[in-house]
T-cell receptor, first 112, second 112 residues
Framework: DTAVSQTPKYLVTQMGNDKSIKCEQN?????MYWYKQDSKKFLKIMFS???????INETVPNRFSPKSPDKAHLNLHINSLELGDSAVYFC???????????FGPGTRLLVL | QKEVEQNSGPLSVPEGAIASLNCTYS??????FFWYRQYSGKSPELIMF????GDKEDGRFTAQLNKASQYVSLLIRDSQPSDSATYLC????????????FGRGTSLIVHP
């Protein structure tokens, strides 16, 4: 019974391609997040949704577009992938804003 | 800019010793404080959260919060080699959207 799941776990693609990462949580949480962890292991918030509404949108290129079809799902679509997009992307959820977060296993994206 | 600072380490302690991990934050309005553990190649895992000044104990872990001095610490008693990981401090900042900010993490090595 995985609490927060992400697909795919690994993603290798060419520059300029478009890709999506999916996230699902079965914890009944209201808030979901996308984080990027770079090669230096810094974990940076990208987006957050609360009850399907976008509440946090940090300084992220507009090539990145989140979508929350319902409270249990938060997907991330990336257009025109660049080399600098290579990182590990983590999805997380929390019961409400500001509460403890539970992370998915991560999606390792490598752009060639 | 709102920041969360941690010493990157590595902090090296012998097995059985107390490991002390520290974190400072810049926003006095911060309300919620979290410690996560991240093993290499894995996702962050919640260890402790603390909201009020003072100490909070859970097994071998103790979180300490001092809002006046703007620091939060994590003590690990009877350190084990399995505690070797990166420890991330996270702070939910004030401002309505409870934007979570992570420190860069402290690498802990517990040697036998």
């Amino acid at each position: 019974d995985t609490a927060v799941s992400q697909t795919p776990k690994y993603l290798v693609t060419q520059m300029g391609n478009d890709k999506s990462i999916k996230c699902e949580q079965n914890l009944g949480h209201d808030t979901m997040y996308w984080y990027k962890q770079d090669s230096k292991k810094f974990l940076k918030i990208m987006f957050s949704y609360n009850n399907k509404e976008l509440i946090i949108n940090e300084t992220v290129p507009n090539r990145f577009s989140p979508k929350s079809p319902d409270k249990a799902h938060l997907n991330l679509h990336i257009n025109s992938l660049e080399l600098g997009d290579s990182a590990v992307y983590f999805c997380a959820s929390s019961q409400d804003q500001g509460w403890a977060q539970y992370f998915g296993p991560g999606t390792r994206l490598l752009v060639l | 800019q709102k920041e969360v600072e941690q010493n990157s380490g590595p902090l090296s302690v012998p097995e059985g010793a107390i490991a002390s991990l520290n974190c400072t934050y810049s926003d006095r309005g911060s309300q919620s404080f979290f410690w996560y553990r991240q093993y290499s190649g894995k996702s962050p895992e919640l260890i402790m959260f603390i909201y009020s000044n003072g100490d909070k104990e859970d097994g071998r872990f103790t979180a300490q919060l001092n809002k006046a001095s703007q620091y939060v610490s994590l003590l690990i008693r009877d350190s084990q080699p399995s505690d070797s990981a990166t420890y991330l401090c996270a702070v939910s900042l004030s401002g309505g959207s409870y934007i979570p900010t992570f420190g860069r993490g402290t690498s802990l090595i517990v040697h036998p």
